[in-house]
């Protein structure tokens, strides 16, 4: 079976400066990884994924992720926030050739003025 | 293109009563996918349909939920009769393929007292 973890539930940050929003996973399998974005009153939108290839992926908005096979993780990081990066991010993980797609429980980015 | 839309955005029901929930995923999007967030917990998987078929619903709390994709195209989420604990946000996901990021719609915040 598979399982994600987001390690920080919420994360505040001033704005401009980096962030980092961890995620790990289990699974006996290959996987494709994602992390995902859920704005105030919207659905999920996706903000990367990672299918097969270059360990690191970048995604809309300036945000990268890199996927660590021996750690089993996926850490979402971004450079340099801006209050409009306020949100909460998902990390998700689904096997390959799989349709299920396992997600964690969230982190709050808060980006603070 | 459309986005996966979801109907209604909120519903406030008492317990013992029936809701109806239904989803319009993208227009040739076979798979669909309805998940769930209870509490600001994680968002846990329900079922998948694949066109008008049942392809995994190992995610289906117990049988006061019924899905239903009739034609292949909309689905209805039915809970009857409905518990406090069921309480929470009902999403909606499409995607074109197995491989492919889901495309979610704004879910429906379905609160029973």
């Known amino acids: 079976a598979q399982s994600v973890t987001q390690l920080d539930s919420q994360v505040p940050v001033f704005e401009e400066a980096p962030v980092e929003l961890r995620c790990n996973y289990s699974?006996?399998?290959?996987?494709?990884l994602f992390w995902y974005v859920q704005y105030p009153n919207q659905g999920l939108q996706l903000l990367l994924k990672?299918?097969?290839?270059?360990?690191l992926v970048k995604g809309i908005n300036g945000f990268e992720a890199e996927f660590n096979k021996s750690q089993t993780s996926f850490h979402l990081r971004k450079p340099s926030v801006h209050i409009s990066d306020t949100a909460e991010y998902f990390c998700?993980?689904?096997?390959?050739?799989?349709?299920?797609?396992?997600f964690g429980a969230g982190t709050r980015l808060f980006v603070k003025a | 293109e459309a986005g996966v839309t979801q109907f209604p955005s909120h519903s406030v029901i008492e317990k013992g009563q029936t809701v109806t929930l239904r989803c319009d995923p993208i227009?040739?999007?076979?798979?669909l996918y309805w998940y769930r967030r209870v509490m600001g917990k994680e968002i846990k998987f329900l079922l998948h349909?694949?066109?008008?078929?049942?392809?995994?619903e190992s995610g289906m709390p117990n049988n006061r939920f019924l899905a239903e994709r009739t034609g292949g195209t909309y689905s209805t989420l039915k809970v009857q009769p409905a518990e406090l604990e069921d309480s929470g946000v009902y999403f909606c996901?499409?995607?074109?393929?197995?491989?492919?990021?889901?495309?979610f719609g704004n879910g429906t915040r379905l609160t029973v007292t």
């Open positions: 699974s006996s399998v290959s996987v494709y």
């Open positions: 349909f694949v066109k008008e078929s049942k392809q995994d």
């Open positions: 996901a499409s995607s074109l393929t197995g491989e492919s990021p889901l495309h």
């Open positions: 990672y299918l097969s290839g270059s360990t």
């Open positions: 998700a993980v689904s096997d390959t050739g799989g349709f299920k797609t396992i």
């Open positions: 227009s040739g999007h076979d798979n």
